[in-house]
């Protein structure tokens, strides 16, 4: 077994274990941003959309074809679900996302002018676009730090780094949010994000080459 580290018990050393986390991410990853391909805000926010219960890579084979099809938003809002549930169908929960798809668009024809909002709370409004969806889109596709992405990554890893006792996304943001400076909120899910899909992995982390090892003191860490 690995030995146990300490955990911080004042807030001073939390802060100084936070800042090394921080550190720790930087140095692994500089600059690392939003995997799904994307040439809009809009094609963003469909992806993101795709991307619920899926990979990212699977949605990246199927949105080229996608946005040929219906290059417009336009082309979106109008297209009958059953034949859009047909295009995305590898994506899975296709009904569901081909309502929200053209849900999306509708909306954003109509009530903002056929161009994204640029607040949460807008965002908010969008049929398919909950807070991860939203804070993505005004993340990555216009610099707006709103929040903090919290996938199934990031869930699990602030889990195991003791950054937060929650599960529920929604209180895992707020504790990040309250945590990190505004500064950070976009970095600090993509570099999660890559570290949960290359390092930090659901079953069997590789903790034997991870960076933040002497920091974790999490039971799911695993001797190298
Ligand atoms: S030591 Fe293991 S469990 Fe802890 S953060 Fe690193 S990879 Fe994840």
């Keep these: 077994m690995p ?8 807030a001073a050393e939390r ?7 921080l550190a ?22 469909v992806a993101t959309i795709l991307s ?8 990246n084979k199927v949105t080229p074809g996608l946005f040929a099809k219906y290059p417009r938003i336009e082309d979106f809002a109008a297209v009958n679900q059953g034949e859009l549930a047909q295009d995305i169908r590898s994506t899975g929960f296709f009904n569901n996302k081909a309502k929200s798809v053209i849900g999306a668009a509708r909306t954003v024809l109509q009530n903002f002018g056929g161009q ?19 804070n993505v889109v005004l993340g990555t596709a216009f610099g707006i730090a709103s929040g903090v992405v919290v996938d199934t990554h990031v869930q699990r890893i602030t889990g195991r780094l003791d950054l937060t006792k929650h599960q529920d996304p929604v209180k895992i943001e707020r504790d990040l949010m309250a945590m990190l400076p505004q500064s950070r909120w976009i970095l600090f899910s ?3 994000i890559h570290f949960g899909r290359s390092i930090c992995v659901a079953r069997r982390p ?10 974790c003191y999490s039971k799911d860490k695993v001797a190298p």
């Design 3 to 10: 030995q146990k580290k300490p955990k911080p018990r004042t």
């Design 15 to 21: 802060k100084s274990r936070l800042t090394k986390i």
């Design 24 to 45: 720790g991410l930087d140095k692994l990853y500089p600059n690392v941003t939003c995997a799904l391909h994307h040439e809009s805000a809009w094609q963003l926010l």
């Design 52 to 59: 619920a219960q899926c990979t990212d890579e699977r949605v």
């Design 116 to 134: 994204l909002p640029r607040t949460i709370e807008e965002m908010l409004t969008i049929p398919g676009a909950a807070r991860k969806t939203a």
């Design 190 to 192: 993509h570099q999660l």
């Design 206 to 215: 590789k903790c034997g080459e991870c960076p933040l090892a002497a920091l």
